[in-house]
């Protein structure tokens, strides 16, 4: 389903091109292209070690890029840093350590909003919304609540700042999968709210259901970008990445 804007030739809302970095002196990402448009859910996959969660990071401003650029909404933010690119419109869900675990789900939730001198009441009262399991605990502290709740909390915390990019690594690591289909419900709804969603996951075949559109990296380069059904449908990736 290729979006509006995309099949027009317009600029993605977020554009990364051919990015290229690491750690050190060795280079992780080769030349990585990613482009997300308003209310698309586009999901990275591929082997361990491919750059997929370096991608991310690149992207966000955590690690700094030897070539490439990042653009959003039009606007190169190749140069500014994740608390600028926050203040620009993204929210970044790391795998872990995404909760201050003593202080309440409420409490999470204010922290989210840091940026905003605007009443966030509404914005929480739309997390609480989204996510009624959440709501329930409010008063509880985060790192009581079950693995999934704890991903929830840490998605509204996100979603406080109201991002127009949402980026999540691995949100599902970790939980049932019963969990991990009600995540991907809930990720299926901020989509159509018009929040572009950037994601990496393991569970390649699950994510590649729910994404519009799909980037197979294998060694920090893109080896397949297609729809999601159609990456789903393609035998070769089907026989390589995702078990047959």
Do not use: W
């Not at 509404?122 to 693995?147: C, D, I, N, W």
């Not at 704890?150 to 996100?158: K, S, T």
């Not at 590649?208 to 070769?236: C, K, M």
């Amino acid at each position: 389903m290729q979006s509006q804007s995309q099949s027009q030739g317009a600029q993605p809302f977020l554009s990364a091109q051919g990015m290229r970095g690491g750690y050190g002196k060795a280079d992780i990402l080769m030349g990585c292209t990613l482009t997300v448009d308003k209310g698309q859910i586009a999901v990275i996959v591929g082997p361990n070690g491919a750059g997929k969660s370096t991608a991310m990071k690149a992207v966000f401003g955590m690690l700094p890029l030897r070539e490439g650029r990042v653009t959003l909404g039009g606007e190169d933010i190749t140069a500014l840093s994740p608390q600028q690119r926050v203040r620009k419109g993204m929210g970044f869900v790391p795998q872990t350590h995404n909760i201050f675990p003593t202080m309440t789900v409420e409490e999470n939730l204010e922290m989210g909003a840091f940026i905003r001198d605007d009443d966030v009441r509404q914005t929480m009262e739309q997390v609480y919304h989204l996510f009624p399991a959440v709501a329930e605990k409010r008063r509880q502290a985060a790192g009581e609540l079950s693995g999934g709740q704890r991903q929830q909390v840490a998605v509204g915390r996100a979603l406080m700042t109201r991002p127009q990019l949402l980026m999540l690594d691995e949100p599902t690591a970790g939980v049932s999968p019963i969990v991990m289909d009600e995540l991907f419900d809930r990720i299926i709804e901020v989509a159509r709210t018009g929040i572009s969603i950037l994601m990496v996951e393991q569970n390649a075949r699950q994510a590649l259901e729910i994404a519009d559109i799909g980037y197979v990296l294998v060694q920090g380069a893109n080896r397949y970008t297609d729809t999601g059904q159609a990456l789903l449908a393609d035998p070769e990736v089907r026989r390589t990445f995702l078990g047959g």
